[in-house]
C-alpha cells in the first residue's frame, strides 16, 4: 500500500510540516521528485511529491500561485519546501493551496531530501515489485508473439496483463491493427496531440484526464515507418489513475513489433497485388489467375476497376496508401501501377462510384492534389480487362478539380452507337483522326489533345489555350495543321461531329 502524505508528515525523523491544503492530505505519493527548476512540470508524471530547496520558486504572489496550479495540473500530489532557501510563501500560495486541496510542507534546511525519497520507496516496495514483476510478463507476452494468432491476440494478452484498456489507431482515429470505426475519444486524444506541436513527432506522449466515467489515459505515438502516424492509446481502470508511462513505453515496443510484421505481409501482398493486376490487364484471367486473387480474399463475381490518374511522378508513392487505406476499410481490392495510372481492382457491392470516391479521399490524405478518376463497369473476372479500358476511356473526361470522378456509365449514352467491332472502330478512327496520330508520333506533338480540348470548350480557343498550358497562337497554329491533316473545317458542324467521334473511337479503342 502506497503511503499517503499526511503518513509522511507523521514520521518524526522527517521533521515535515503541513502548512497549507491540509484537504489533500490523504493523497498516496507514488514518488519523490526533486526538482528546483521554475517548471519542472515536463518531468512529471503524476502521483510525485516535489522536493525543492525554494530556488526556482518565484518571489512574487502571482507567480506563486502560478507555479503551484501547474504542479497541479500535473497531478502531483504535493510540494515540500526548504523555508530557509526560498522566498517568503505569500499568503496567495497558501490560500490557493487549501482551495485545491494541494498540500504545502516545509521541512528544515540540514534535512537530507534523501531520507523522504527512501520513506516513500520503501513504502512503495510491494508495488513496485509488482510493477517490475508486470513488466516481465508483457515480455514474455513479446516471446510468446511469434506463436500468436495475430495482432488482436497479442493486444489482447497485454490488456489482460495489465488491466489497460489498449488500442492501436491511425491518425484518422481508426484501428491499425484490426479493422473498426474512429475509437470515441480519438477527438479528445486527438486535441491533445495537437497541444504537443513537434514533441508529438519525437514520439513523446500526451496526456488525458479522467472524466466521470472516462478513465485517465495516455497517447504515445509509436515511432514505425507506416504511411500513416500511429498512436497508442492506454486507458486507466479508474478516472483518478494514470497508466504507468514506463509501462506503456514497453507495451509499445511490443505493439511496434506486431506493426513492423503486418507491414512486411502487406507489403507482400502489394507485390502480388500489382503482379497480378498487369497480367489481368493484358488480357490474362486464367484459372491461375483467379485462384491468386482468391488467395489474396478479393472475391472474383463483381469487380470494377476505379484508374486514378495523379500528378506526374506521384504514383508510386500513393500505392502504400491507397492499398492499405482500402485494406482498412475493408474493401477488398487489387492495387498497382500502369503507365503512369495508379489501378484499384476492387469487389464492389453496388455503386463503383462508392470505391472512387473512398479511393479519390485516401489519395489526398496522402498529400496529392485533385486527380482525375475513371470508373469502369462491374462484372466478373473475366470482364476485369473490359472495365479498366471503360475506365481509361472514362478517365480522360475527367476535370479536376470540379469533375474528378467520371463513370464509364455516364458517358454509355454517347458511346453506344459506336461501333462495338474493333475493325470498325480502327476503320473509323483512321479515317477521322488518323493522320493527326501519326503526325504527333513522328514530331512529338499535341495535335489530338488539342483536338479534343477545343471541342471540350465548346470551340473557344482561350478556354482550350489555358487547358494545354499554350498560347492561343500556338493554338491557333495546331488548328490550322489539323485541318491541313484532315481535310475538314473546325468551322462545319458536319466536319466536327465526325471528328469528335474519331476521337470517341481511338479512346474506346485504346
Known amino acids: 500500500m502506497a503511503i499517503t502524505v499526511s503518513e509522511l508528515t507523521e514520521l518524526p525523523h522527517l521533521a515535515l510540516d503541513l502548512v497549507a491544503g491540509a484537504a489533500g492530505a490523504d493523497t498516496q505519493v507514488r514518488w ?32 506563486q500561485t502560478a507555479y503551484l496550479r501547474r504542479l497541479h495540473r500535473a497531478h502531483a500530489v504535493g510540494l515540500v519546501i526548504v523555508p530557509d532557501t526560498a522566498p517568503p510563501l505569500s499568503a496567495a500560495l ?60 497479442v493486444l489482447d494478452r497485454l490488456s489482460a496483463v495489465t488491466g489497460l484498456r489498449l488500442a492501436v489507431l491511425r491518425e484518422d482515429g481508426r484501428p491499425q491493427l484490426e479493422r473498426g470505426g474512429v475509437h470515441p475519444r480519438w477527438e479528445e486524444a ?26 485517465s489515459a495516455y497517447a504515445i505515438q509509436i515511432d514505425v515507418p507506416v504511411p500513416s502516424r500511429v498512436f497508442l492509446l492506454a486507458e486507466g481502470i479508474a478516472p483518478e489513475a494514470m497508466p504507468d ?26 507485390r502480388i497485388s500489382a503482379a497480378l493486376l498487369h497480367e489481368i490487364v493484358d488480357g490474362d484471367a486464367g484459372a491461375a489467375v483467379r485462384a491468386r486473387v482468391h488467395s489474396l480474399e478479393v472475391p472474383d463475381d463483381a469487380l470494377a476497376t476505379v484508374l486514378v490518374r495523379p500528378a506526374a511522378g506521384s504514383e508510386l508513392a500513393l500505392t502504400d496508401a491507397l492499398h492499405d487505406g482500402l485494406l482498412d476499410r475493408d474493401v477488398p481490392a487489387l492495387v498497382g501501377t500502369h503507365r503512369g495510372d495508379l489501378i484499384v481492382l476492387a469487389a464492389v457491392d453496388g455503386d463503383p462510384e ?40 472514362a478517365v480522360g473526361y475527367a476535370q479536376p478539380p470540379d469533375e474528378e470522378i467520371v463513370s464509364f456509365t455516364q458517358l454509355g449514352a454517347a458511346l453506344a452507337w459506336l461501333p462495338s467491332e474493333p475493325e470498325r472502330l480502327a476503320l473509323l478512327v483512321d479515317s477521322t483522326i488518323g493522320p493527326l496520330l501519326a503526325y504527333d508520333r513522328e514530331h512529338a506533338a499535341d495535335l489530338v489533345r488539342s483536338l479534343r480540348e477545343l471541342l471540350q470548350a465548346g470551340r473557344s480557343p482561350s478556354q482550350a489555350a489555358r487547358r494545354l498550358h499554350v498560347h492561343r497562337n500556338t493554338l491557333a497554329y495546331r488548328l490550322r495543321k489539323i485541318e491541313a491533316l484532315t481535310g475538314r473545317s473546325l468551322e462545319s458542324m458536319e466536319d466536327r461531329v465526325e471528328l469528335w467521334l474519331g476521337l470517341r473511337a481511338h479512346e474506346l479503342r485504346r
Open 94 to 153: 497558501t490560500a490557493v493551496a487549501d482551495e485545491l486541496g494541494f498540500p504545502v510542507i516545509t521541512t528544515l534546511l540540514k534535512q537530507p531530501f534523501q531520507a523522504v525519497s527512501k520513506a516513500v520507496f520503501a513504502a512503495n516496495a510491494g508495488p513496485e515489485t509488482e510493477r517490475m514483476v508486470q513488466h516481465l510478463r508483457m515480455y514474455g507476452v513479446l516471446r510468446g508473439a511469434a506463436a500468436a494468432d495475430g495482432p488482436r491476440e
Open 190 to 215: 486527438r486535441a491533445a496531440i495537437l497541444a504537443l506541436g513537434e514533441r508529438a513527432e519525437r514520439g513523446l506522449y500526451a496526456r488525458l484526464d479522467g472524466d466521470g466515467d472516462r478513465p
Open 32 to 63: 519523490a521528485h526533486v526538482s528546483d527548476v521554475e517548471d519542472p512540470t515536463p518531468w512529471l508524471e503524476g502521483g510525485e511529491l516535489l522536493l525543492t530547496t525554494g530556488m526556482g520558486l518565484p518571489a512574487r504572489a502571482g507567480d
Open 245 to 270: 508511462l514506463v509501462a506503456l513505453h514497453h507495451i509499445a515496443t511490443i505493439v511496434a513489433a506486431q506493426i513492423q510484421s503486418q507491414r512486411a505481409e502487406r507489403t507482400m501482398r502489394q
Open 354 to 393: 462508392d470505391v472512387a470516391r473512398v479511393a479519390r479521399d485516401l489519395v489526398r490524405a496522402a498529400g496529392a492534389g485533385p486527380c482525375a478518376i475513371g470508373v469502369g463497369s462491374a462484372g466478373p473476372l473475366r470482364h476485369a480487362q473490359a472495365s479498366y479500358r471503360e475506365a481509361l476511356v
